[in-house]
T-cell receptor, first 118, second 109 residues
Framework: AQKVTQAQTEISVVEKEDVTLDCVYETRDTTYYLFWYKQPPSGELVFLIRRNSFDEQNEISGRYSWNFQKSTSSFNFTITASQVVDSAVYFCALSDDSTTSGTYKYIFGTGTRLKVLA | NAGVTQTPKFQVLKTGQSMTLQCAQDMNHEYMSWYRQDPGMGLRLIHYSVGAGITDQGEVPNGYNVSRSTTEDFPLRLLSAAPSQTSVYFC????????FGPGTRLLVL
């Protein structure tokens, strides 16, 4: 069965600190996709990144970076030099390859609430 | 290009009342879905559709009905609302990733 675990319920950091949000997943599929979404206090869900299972290259986008390690089934998200505007709930999600499975499974973790203090 | 729109933004119902949450998209995506978000539980899939005329159940379908008569619209119906259905509801479409609507906050008294 597919599962996404975000063990950190809430994290508080002081502005300019670096912070890493953990995501551990379980799947038996060989082809799958991993995602991160941000949910700011306003409530909308903002797409951050999509990564397929065959691409283990780390990715950096400004202050955001992602570390994908298949060996440990982890897809961790790091914010460098955090800012107050980064305060939000962050969700990790796992999807199968619907083009082959046809099942369209899309599993979310329970989210990590990040509070960045000024 | 509005993306995914949802109406209403907020609704209060009494137990036993019925209502329809509306969802529309202008991205011409075949796949649409409904999620509910509850504290500490992330998002859970209610129903989904892979195209007009085709719907299927997700993880938590009980108490909800859907239909898909057009590519653009995917309404979610609560036939007899219960307090356990108090939640935030998100509609989504799927291209390379899922695009979410702004959400509907529902309170059932």
């Amino acid at each position: 069965a597919q599962k996404v675990t975000q063990a950190q319920t809430e994290i508080s950091v002081v502005e300019k600190e670096d912070v890493t949000l953990d995501c551990v997943y379980e799947t038996r599929d060989t082809t799958y996709y991993l995602f991160w979404y941000k949910q700011p206090p306003s409530g909308e869900l903002v797409f951050l990144i999509r990564r397929n299972s065959f691409d283990e290259q780390n990715e950096i986008s400004g202050r955001y970076s992602w570390n994908f390690q298949k060996s440990t089934s982890s897809f961790n998200f790091t914010i460098t030099a955090s800012q107050v505007v980064d305060s939000a709930v962050y969700f990790c999600a796992l999807s199968d390859d619907s083009t082959t499975s046809g099942t369209y499974k899309y599993i979310f973790g329970t989210g990590t609430r990040l509070k960045v203090l000024a | 290009n509005a993306g995914v729109t949802q109406t209403p933004k907020f609704q209060v119902l009494k137990t036993g009342q019925s209502m329809t949450l509306q969802c529309a998209q202008d991205m011409n995506h075949e796949y649409m879905s409904w999620y509910r978000q509850d504290p500490g539980m992330g998002l859970r899939l209610i129903h989904y559709s892979v195209g007009a005329g085709i719907t299927d159940q997700g993880e938590v379908p009980n108490g909800y009905n859907v239909s898909r008569s057009t590519t653009e619209d995917f309404p979610l119906r609560l036939l007899s609302a219960a307090p356990s259905q108090t939640s935030v509801y998100f509609c989504a479409t799927r291209g390379e990733t899922q695009y979410f609507g702004p959400g509907t906050r529902l309170l059932v008294l």
